[in-house]
């Protein structure tokens, strides 16, 4: 199955978003041209979800990247006197909050790797 990150944007609500490719629309009414980046908003998403001939890639980071503050952060879940899998989905949310790859959106070319100065 071929992934669209079209299916995945919604996840990453706040991350920021670079545009490889842009449409008339883009351009001309939003003044959103190749190369630049945006912080993805509910506005922006809409707008995505009805264009075509778009080159979108959100700048996410791998999960290697956790700094110890983060470590923490997250382990605090692991504290909680509450079976694991009632707070896995509190988890979840909090890694797409950082903009970690869960999807492996990098290696597959839908998300550029925001560790690497080069392809930003």
């Known amino acids: 199955m071929t992934k669209n990150i079209k299916d995945y944007l919604h996840l990453y609500l706040g991350c920021e978003v ?29 707008e995505i979800s009805r264009a ?11 999960l290697y990247d956790m700094n110890d503050d983060e470590r923490l952060e997250r382990d605090r879940f692991a504290g909680l006197e509450t079976p694991y899998y009632y707070h896995f989905p509190l988890e979840t949310v909090w890694y797409l909050k950082q903009g970690f790859d869960l999807f492996n959106l990098i290696p597959e070319g839908l998300a550029i790797d925001k560790t690497k100065p080069s392809n930003i």
């Open 18 to 46: 670079v545009f490889e490719k842009c449409s008339y629309h883009f351009v001309h009414s939003l003044y959103i041209h190749r190369g630049d980046k945006k912080e993805l908003n509910e506005f922006l998403l809409y």
């Open 52 to 62: 075509s001939g778009l080159i979108i890639k959100p700048l996410l980071r791998p």
